[in-house]
Each structure stands twice: as C-alpha cells, then as structure tokens.
C-alpha cells in the first residue's frame, strides 16, 4: 500500500476493492443510496464506500444492511478466507 501525503493527512493511494454484493441487491430493490442510507441510519457517502470496496461497514452496519435485505450476512459481504473447492 503506497502512503500519499498532501501535508495535512495521508491518504492511501492503493487499496485492494473488498467484494460485496450490495451494489446489486440495490439495483435489484431498485432503491437509491440516499434511500438506503436512510432505512440503515448512515450517510449516503457511505453505502457508495461500502459498494465502491474503499469502506468496511462495522460488523452493525454490516447486519443493518443485511436485515435490510433479508439476506444471511454472508450473502451480502462473501467471506474471503473461503476456498472454492471443486
């Protein structure tokens, strides 16, 4: 991860994108951001940070948008450390 400071903060300029699937359950509700936003008591900037994979949702958040959707947690954010195995 490269650090990239403008004098004020550091920034990350590289970060690898989290896989979720909550872009698509949006689309799918045919809901907004602002909308879901709203329902899940957050920002809007937020749920774009979160479907963009530059945000984590904290492990309530995470739930919060999973009942939203009436989705196991995993459905929603797939576990990483799980092998495919065929």
């Given at each position: 991860m490269n650090i990239r400071t403008n004098g004020y903060c550091k920034?990350?300029?590289?970060r690898a994108t989290l896989p979720n699937n909550?872009?698509?359950y949006r689309q799918q509700a045919n809901i907004s951001q602002d909308k879901l936003a709203e329902a899940v008591d957050c920002n809007r900037r937020t749920?774009?940070?979160i479907?963009?994979?530059?945000h984590d949702p904290s492990v309530q958040m995470a739930y919060r948008l999973a009942n939203y959707f009436k989705v196991a947690l995993p459905v929603l954010f797939p576990d990483l450390n799980e092998?495919?195995?065929e």
């Open positions: 920034t990350r300029t590289e909550l872009f698509l749920i774009g940070n479907e963009n994979g530059t092998k495919n195995e």
